[in-house]
């Protein structure tokens, strides 16, 4: 089996277009799945993610959580944290 993760996303994208254009043009899943090297319940999320939101479900989008999201604290806790700190030395 192919480790997808290691592919870029541009060839991750290829992939996933591939496979669900061989499914659409009348192969099953499994032989899809054999001929790509991935795995059968890759296939069947991506045939369905392409029904549900079509071409836009196969496009590459970056991995892993917003910019927004990453911090621990939210602003008013930083701010907070901001207060109590500055101006105080060890």
Excluded: I
Aim: hydrophobic share 40%; net charge positive; charged share 35%.
């Amino acid at each position: 089996m192919v480790d997808v993760k290691r592919l870029s996303p541009a060839s991750q994208e290829d992939l996933r277009r591939r496979v669900v254009a061989a499914v659409e043009s009348g192969r099953t899943q499994a032989e899809v799945a054999e001929t790509f090297g991935v795995g059968l319940r890759s296939v069947s999320r991506r045939v369905n993610a392409f029904h549900r939101a079509g071409n836009r479900a196969l496009d590459a989008r970056k991995r892993g959580r917003r910019p927004e999201e990453q911090k621990a604290l939210t602003a008013r806790q930083q701010a907070r944290v901001k207060r109590a700190v500055v101006g105080k030395f060890p």
